[in-house]
Protein backbone atom coordinates (compact mmCIF):
# COMPACT_ATOMS: atom_id res chain seq x y z
CA UNK A 1 0.00 0.00 0.00
CA UNK A 2 1.22 3.62 -1.08
CA UNK A 3 2.45 5.65 1.87
CA UNK A 4 1.95 2.61 4.47
CA UNK A 5 5.19 2.11 6.26
CA UNK A 6 5.39 -1.53 7.55
CA UNK A 7 8.00 -1.44 10.41
CA UNK A 8 9.90 -4.79 10.34
CA UNK A 9 10.19 -6.96 13.65
CA UNK A 10 13.04 -5.80 15.91
CA UNK A 11 16.35 -7.33 16.83
CA UNK A 12 18.66 -5.67 18.86
CA UNK A 13 18.31 -2.87 21.80
CA UNK A 14 21.16 -0.74 21.87
CA UNK A 15 21.36 -0.13 25.73
CA UNK A 16 22.49 4.05 26.93
CA UNK A 17 23.93 3.04 30.43
CA UNK A 18 24.71 6.34 32.65
CA UNK A 19 20.97 7.74 33.07
CA UNK A 20 19.37 4.27 31.79
CA UNK A 21 20.56 1.71 33.42
CA UNK A 22 22.67 3.18 36.39
CA UNK A 23 22.45 6.79 37.91
CA UNK A 24 23.49 9.64 36.40
CA UNK A 25 26.80 10.04 38.19
CA UNK A 26 28.62 8.68 41.46
CA UNK A 27 30.42 9.71 44.06
CA UNK A 28 34.44 10.53 43.82
CA UNK A 29 36.42 8.84 47.07
CA UNK A 30 38.93 10.00 49.01
CA UNK A 31 40.77 6.39 48.61
CA UNK A 32 40.03 6.83 44.45
CA UNK A 33 44.05 8.00 44.46
CA UNK A 34 45.05 4.64 46.57
CA UNK A 35 42.89 2.33 44.28
CA UNK A 36 44.03 3.96 40.96
CA UNK A 37 47.87 3.48 42.23
CA UNK A 38 47.47 -0.16 43.18
CA UNK A 39 45.79 -0.75 40.04
CA UNK A 40 48.31 0.98 37.99
CA UNK A 41 51.32 -0.51 39.75
CA UNK A 42 49.98 -3.66 39.08
CA UNK A 43 49.58 -3.22 34.76
CA UNK A 44 53.35 -1.52 34.96
CA UNK A 45 54.93 -4.04 37.26
CA UNK A 46 58.13 -3.47 35.31
CA UNK A 47 58.42 0.34 37.37
CA UNK A 48 60.14 0.81 40.61
CA UNK A 49 57.35 2.43 43.26
CA UNK A 50 58.56 6.08 42.74
CA UNK A 51 58.08 5.86 38.76
CA UNK A 52 54.47 4.34 39.73
CA UNK A 53 54.03 7.31 42.33
CA UNK A 54 55.02 9.37 39.96
CA UNK A 55 53.27 8.44 36.97
CA UNK A 56 50.30 8.42 38.97
CA UNK A 57 50.37 11.47 40.48
CA UNK A 58 50.81 13.16 36.62
CA UNK A 59 47.65 11.09 35.67
CA UNK A 60 45.42 11.89 38.54
CA UNK A 61 46.20 15.30 38.06
CA UNK A 62 45.73 16.13 34.49
CA UNK A 63 42.54 14.59 34.96
CA UNK A 64 41.38 15.95 38.22
CA UNK A 65 38.83 18.08 35.87
CA UNK A 66 37.26 15.32 34.13
CA UNK A 67 36.64 13.11 37.41
CA UNK A 68 34.82 16.25 39.57
CA UNK A 69 32.33 16.87 35.93
CA UNK A 70 31.68 13.23 36.26
CA UNK A 71 30.95 13.07 39.84
CA UNK A 72 28.35 15.54 39.04
CA UNK A 73 27.10 14.00 35.53
CA UNK A 74 27.99 11.46 33.02
CA UNK A 75 27.10 13.75 30.34
CA UNK A 76 29.39 16.37 31.34
CA UNK A 77 30.21 19.38 28.88
CA UNK A 78 33.37 20.30 30.37
CA UNK A 79 35.84 19.83 27.27
CA UNK A 80 39.08 18.02 28.44
CA UNK A 81 40.93 15.67 26.45
CA UNK A 82 40.56 12.19 25.36
CA UNK A 83 41.43 9.46 28.46
CA UNK A 84 43.75 8.21 25.50
CA UNK A 85 45.85 11.49 25.07
CA UNK A 86 45.73 12.13 28.57
CA UNK A 87 47.24 8.80 29.19
CA UNK A 88 50.02 9.09 26.49
CA UNK A 89 50.77 12.46 27.62
CA UNK A 90 51.70 11.19 31.41
CA UNK A 91 53.65 8.40 30.21
CA UNK A 92 55.99 10.47 27.63
CA UNK A 93 55.93 13.34 30.41
CA UNK A 94 57.22 9.98 33.05
CA UNK A 95 59.68 8.93 30.38
CA UNK A 96 57.89 5.96 29.28
CA UNK A 97 56.77 4.51 26.56
CA UNK A 98 53.51 5.01 25.41
CA UNK A 99 52.51 2.87 22.60
CA UNK A 100 48.58 1.69 21.86
CA UNK A 101 49.03 -1.13 24.05
CA UNK A 102 50.50 0.61 27.37
CA UNK A 103 47.98 3.21 26.89
CA UNK A 104 44.83 0.83 27.05
CA UNK A 105 46.70 -1.15 29.61
CA UNK A 106 46.79 2.00 31.73
CA UNK A 107 42.99 3.55 30.55
CA UNK A 108 42.15 0.62 32.12
CA UNK A 109 43.40 0.96 35.16
CA UNK A 110 42.27 4.35 35.74
CA UNK A 111 38.49 2.79 35.57
CA UNK A 112 37.93 1.92 39.03
CA UNK A 113 35.14 -0.34 39.29
CA UNK A 114 31.95 0.82 39.84
CA UNK A 115 29.91 -2.14 42.00
CA UNK A 116 30.85 -0.88 45.20
CA UNK A 117 29.65 2.57 44.49
CA UNK A 118 26.49 2.15 42.92
CA UNK A 119 23.43 -0.20 42.44
CA UNK A 120 21.74 -0.95 38.59
CA UNK A 121 18.78 1.61 38.80
CA UNK A 122 15.35 -0.22 39.41
CA UNK A 123 14.06 -2.12 36.76
CA UNK A 124 17.54 -2.77 34.84
CA UNK A 125 18.43 -5.96 35.04
CA UNK A 126 14.41 -6.99 34.76
CA UNK A 127 14.92 -4.80 31.83
CA UNK A 128 17.24 -6.71 30.30
CA UNK A 129 15.90 -10.38 31.41
CA UNK A 130 12.55 -9.05 29.32
CA UNK A 131 14.42 -7.71 26.50
CA UNK A 132 15.96 -11.05 25.92
CA UNK A 133 12.46 -12.86 26.88
CA UNK A 134 11.38 -10.57 23.78
CA UNK A 135 13.88 -12.35 21.55
CA UNK A 136 16.13 -9.47 21.35
CA UNK A 137 19.52 -9.44 21.52
CA UNK A 138 20.90 -6.50 24.49
CA UNK A 139 23.80 -4.72 22.89
CA UNK A 140 25.06 -1.94 25.34
CA UNK A 141 25.90 1.57 23.53
CA UNK A 142 27.88 4.05 26.11
CA UNK A 143 29.25 7.14 26.12
CA UNK A 144 32.56 7.18 28.59
CA UNK A 145 35.65 8.05 29.42
CA UNK A 146 38.39 5.71 30.62
CA UNK A 147 36.03 2.63 30.04
CA UNK A 148 36.44 0.31 26.96
CA UNK A 149 34.07 -2.53 26.70
CA UNK A 150 36.94 -5.05 28.42
CA UNK A 151 36.52 -2.48 31.14
CA UNK A 152 32.43 -2.39 31.37
CA UNK A 153 32.51 -6.39 31.11
CA UNK A 154 33.76 -6.15 34.66
CA UNK A 155 31.67 -4.01 35.96
CA UNK A 156 28.46 -5.38 34.56
CA UNK A 157 29.78 -9.02 35.75
CA UNK A 158 30.20 -7.44 39.20
CA UNK A 159 26.93 -6.08 39.22
CA UNK A 160 25.43 -8.98 38.00
CA UNK A 161 24.08 -7.62 34.74
CA UNK A 162 26.37 -9.31 32.54
CA UNK A 163 24.31 -12.83 31.38
CA UNK A 164 21.61 -10.49 29.97
CA UNK A 165 24.11 -8.78 27.85
CA UNK A 166 24.70 -9.77 24.59
CA UNK A 167 27.54 -6.85 22.96
CA UNK A 168 29.21 -3.64 24.41
CA UNK A 169 30.07 -0.83 23.13
CA UNK A 170 31.67 2.31 24.25
CA UNK A 171 32.70 5.43 22.74
CA UNK A 172 36.28 4.62 23.45
CA UNK A 173 36.09 1.70 21.35
CA UNK A 174 34.15 4.02 18.67
CA UNK A 175 36.97 6.42 18.91
CA UNK A 176 33.93 9.26 18.88
CA UNK A 177 31.26 10.48 21.73
CA UNK A 178 27.24 10.42 20.96
CA UNK A 179 25.51 11.51 19.47
CA UNK A 180 28.04 10.78 16.84
CA UNK A 181 26.87 8.00 14.72
CA UNK A 182 29.85 5.95 15.15
CA UNK A 183 28.76 4.29 18.39
CA UNK A 184 25.36 3.20 17.60
CA UNK A 185 26.94 1.91 14.23
CA UNK A 186 29.50 -0.14 15.88
CA UNK A 187 26.72 -1.60 18.53
CA UNK A 188 24.32 -2.26 15.46
CA UNK A 189 26.95 -4.27 13.78
CA UNK A 190 28.17 -6.07 16.96
CA UNK A 191 24.37 -6.96 17.70
CA UNK A 192 24.25 -8.21 13.49
CA UNK A 193 21.09 -6.45 12.49
CA UNK A 194 20.30 -3.71 10.14
CA UNK A 195 19.06 0.14 11.82
CA UNK A 196 15.67 -0.91 10.65
CA UNK A 197 15.98 -3.89 13.14
CA UNK A 198 17.48 -1.74 16.12
CA UNK A 199 15.56 0.58 19.05
CA UNK A 200 17.38 2.76 20.90
CA UNK A 201 16.88 2.61 24.69
CA UNK A 202 18.41 6.18 26.33
CA UNK A 203 18.05 8.99 28.53
CA UNK A 204 18.84 12.01 26.34
CA UNK A 205 17.31 13.50 23.36
CA UNK A 206 20.40 14.61 21.67
CA UNK A 207 22.80 11.69 22.25
CA UNK A 208 20.45 9.10 21.98
CA UNK A 209 16.80 9.58 20.33
CA UNK A 210 17.87 12.15 17.96
CA UNK A 211 21.05 10.24 16.30
CA UNK A 212 18.82 6.92 16.42
CA UNK A 213 16.06 8.74 14.61
CA UNK A 214 18.69 10.27 11.62
CA UNK A 215 20.28 6.60 11.40
CA UNK A 216 16.20 4.84 10.95
CA UNK A 217 16.25 3.53 14.23
CA UNK A 218 13.21 3.28 16.70
CA UNK A 219 13.84 4.79 20.07
CA UNK A 220 12.39 4.68 23.47
CA UNK A 221 13.50 7.58 25.61
CA UNK A 222 13.58 6.87 29.43
CA UNK A 223 13.94 9.24 32.46
CA UNK A 224 14.11 6.31 35.32
CA UNK A 225 16.62 9.32 36.66
CA UNK A 226 16.16 12.17 35.24
CA UNK A 227 12.77 14.62 35.47
CA UNK A 228 9.84 14.03 33.00
CA UNK A 229 10.80 15.37 29.67
CA UNK A 230 8.68 18.48 28.10
CA UNK A 231 9.09 16.68 25.02
CA UNK A 232 10.50 13.84 22.80
CA UNK A 233 10.54 12.66 19.02
CA UNK A 234 11.14 9.28 20.40
CA UNK A 235 8.55 6.36 19.60
CA UNK A 236 7.79 5.93 23.30
CA UNK A 237 8.99 7.79 26.48
CA UNK A 238 9.14 5.67 29.69
CA UNK A 239 9.16 7.13 33.51
CA UNK A 240 10.63 3.56 34.43
CA UNK A 241 12.68 0.61 33.28
CA UNK A 242 9.02 -1.64 33.68
CA UNK A 243 7.29 0.96 31.91
CA UNK A 244 9.51 0.53 29.04
CA UNK A 245 9.48 -3.10 28.97
CA UNK A 246 6.04 -2.56 28.27
CA UNK A 247 6.71 -0.34 26.04
CA UNK A 248 8.73 -2.30 23.70
CA UNK A 249 6.44 -5.30 24.01
CA UNK A 250 3.86 -3.39 22.46
CA UNK A 251 5.55 -2.22 19.81
CA UNK A 252 6.49 -5.57 18.99
CA UNK A 253 3.02 -6.36 18.84
CA UNK A 254 2.42 -3.68 16.38
CA UNK A 255 5.14 -4.59 13.90
MG1 LIG B 1 22.70 8.44 29.38
Same mark, same amino acid.
Given at each position: MIGTRVNLPLEVALIDVGGTLWPNSWPLRQTDGDGRHRRV =?? =?????? !?AAVEALVADLIQSSRIGDAARSVNTEHTVKIPPAEVIVATSLSRQGLPSDAETVGRIRRAMA %? !???DRLKPLPGAVELLANIHALGLRNVIASNTYWRDAQSYWEDFRLLGMADHVDAIVTSVDAGHLKPHPAVFEMAMRAGGAPADRCVVIGNKETNDIEPALALGMRAILVHPDDPTPVSSRAHAVAP? %??ACASVLKAMLAAS
Open positions: =AS =AMRNLT !P %L !PVAD %LW
